[in-house]
């Protein structure tokens, strides 16, 4: 089991940048795959981007590939998202979230009822 705590989220203007860390307790870190989520108001939480225990394979949504970059530090028992070329449709709260790790990753990255552990979530509000 794995507690996970987001920060970096905050204000940034339309182009702008920021990167989300996700830091966890535990000594298993390596075990879970980790992925990070967004919830907008009104609107369903949604997959980001997702990487596996070793971090040697990253997933992404449509909607963030090639501005969303996400990566891991198993030494530092974090997970990071770098978002690049940020837009105002962006503003939601940020959530990172944990699975065990399995074979069967490159499918359940996406399935947000596969992650058993959330953290509490950070805001990012871009504004135009």
């Known amino acids: 089991q794995v507690q996970l705590v987001e920060s970096g989220g905050g204000l940034v203007q339309a182009g702008g940048s920021l990167r989300l860390s996700c830091a966890a307790s535990g000594r298993t870190f390596s075990g879970y795959a980790l992925g990070w989520f967004r919830q907008a108001p009104g609107k369903e939480r949604e997959f980001l981007a997702g990487i596996t225990g070793n971090g040697r394979n990253a997933y992404y949504a449509e909607s963030t590939k090639g501005r969303f970059t996400i990566s891991r530090d198993n030494a530092k028992n974090t997970v990071y998202l770098q978002m690049n070329s940020l837009k105002p449709e962006d503003t939601a709260v940020y959530y990172c979230?944990?699975?065990?790790?399995?074979?069967?990753?490159?499918?359940?990255?996406?399935?947000?009822?596969?992650?058993?552990?959330w953290g509490q979530g950070t805001q990012v509000t871009v504004s135009s």
């Open positions: 979230a944990a699975q065990p790790t399995g074979v069967f990753y490159s499918v359940t990255a996406y399935q947000l009822d596969m992650y058993r552990e």
